[in-house]
């Protein structure tokens, strides 16, 4: 059975820093990414990394997040810097499709909640 644990979530204020951290288990994907849900939102892809370390990155994060792999530790990270409001989200992990890098496994963590606000 795959499994997702994320963490690293919390408050921080505009401007501020985070670094995200999950780990898998049970199955290992060639591609990876994190999707966020802000409340009343749909799931989007926020970042993706391939196994060769291509990355892939939502318009709204470029420049400011950077996702990077541990494929022996099967964990992915995601730095997330000058943080805004709208970043404001749960964040999750999942396998991810390396052509459309939609979420392959129906099987969702619990997610880490990130809230920027001052």
């Known amino acids: 059975q795959v499994q997702f644990v994320e963490s690293g979530g919390g408050l921080v204020q505009p401007g501020g820093s985070l670094r995200l951290s999950c780990a898998a288990s049970g199955h290992i994907f060639s591609a990876m990414a994190w999707y966020r849900q802000a409340p009343g939102k749909q799931r989007d892809l926020v970042a993706g990394?391939?196994?060769?370390?291509?990355?892939n990155y939502a318009d709204s994060v470029k420049g400011r997040f950077t996702i990077s792999r541990d494929s022996a530790k099967n964990t992915v990270y995601l730095q997330m810097n000058s943080l805004k409001p709208e970043d404001t989200a749960v964040y999750y992990c999942?396998?991810?499709?390396?052509?459309?890098?939609?979420?392959?496994?129906?099987?969702w963590g619990q997610g880490t909640q990130v809230t920027v606000s001052s």
């Open positions: 990394i391939l196994a060769g370390g291509l990355t």
């Open positions: 999942n396998g991810a499709n390396s052509v459309n890098w939609a979420s392959l496994s129906d099987w």
